[in-house]
């Protein structure tokens, strides 16, 4: 079945630098899903990737989706404490990576 | 804006007990899911729901069972609780299916549940 690796499992960064977490399928995807979820909160939708080598920025975040459509990245440039939190990727298939947690420290 | 509610935010029950977790949305979405949280691992499809009276096993569906005799609610039961069944429990609804794309998930605040 498809299995879906994501890291880094924890980043700790200083704010204002940037950040950067990566997840990986077994399997080629039709579309992949990004989520936030701050602690103590529930997963937020951000975004979704539908094409091979999309491109696709939010502000400070930046999200590619791989040529080969098996892997995708969420970027943040110049973090700030409300980045702080849990970033999920979600596949075609209903699986969620373990998530990267982010703790930006002022 | 979608509103996913969960019916209990906290949930303490014994060993062996039958525990009913309800989920309720309000955008009239098709797709419900059921999700169990737990740390180190991210989130887990336990089962999910495209049409009223209808469910799918997802990844653990062991020990768990659905019911969806609405379309708005989608009910997650467990039969007789164990202790490994602690953890925060998710619901979910989307407009469109995953694999058609489009389908991003609204989830419910959640609700932890601690089995003793």
């Known amino acids: 079945g498809q299995q879906v690796m994501q890291i880094p499992q924890y980043q700790h960064v200083q704010e204002g630098e940037d950040f950067t977490t990566y997840c990986n399928s077994s399997?080629?995807?039709?579309?992949i899903q990004w989520y936030k979820q701050r602690p103590g909160g529930h997963p937020v939708f951000l975004i979704q990737?539908?094409?091979?080598?999309e491109v696709k920025k939010q502000k400070r975040l930046t999200f590619q989706f791989g040529e080969a459509k098996k892997n995708s990245s969420l970027h943040i440039t110049a973090t700030q404490t409300t980045d702080v939190g849990t970033y999920f990727c979600?596949?075609?298939?209903?699986?969620f990576g373990t998530g990267t947690r982010l703790q930006v420290f002022p | 804006d979608v509103k996913v509610t969960q019916s209990s935010r906290y949930l303490v029950k014994r060993t062996g007990e039958k525990v009913f977790l309800e989920c309720v949305q309000d955008?009239?979405?098709?797709?419900m899911f059921w999700y169990r949280q737990d740390p180190g691992l991210g989130l887990r499809l336990i089962y999910f729901s495209y049409d009223v009276k209808m469910k799918e096993k997802g990844d653990i569906p062991e020990g768990y069972s659905v019911s969806r005799e609405k379309k708005e609610r989608f009910s997650l039961i467990l039969e007789s609780a164990s202790t490994n069944q602690t953890s925060m429990y998710l619901c979910?609804?989307?407009?469109?299916?995953?694999?058609?794309?489009?389908?991003?998930?609204?989830f419910g605040p959640g609700t932890r549940l601690t089995v003793l």
């Open positions: 979910a609804s989307s407009f469109q299916r995953m694999t058609s794309g489009g389908a991003r998930q609204f």
């Open positions: 399997t080629t995807l039709s579309n």
């Open positions: 955008m009239d979405h098709e797709n």
């Open positions: 979600a596949t075609d298939k209903l699986i």
């Open positions: 990737l539908v094409k091979s080598g």
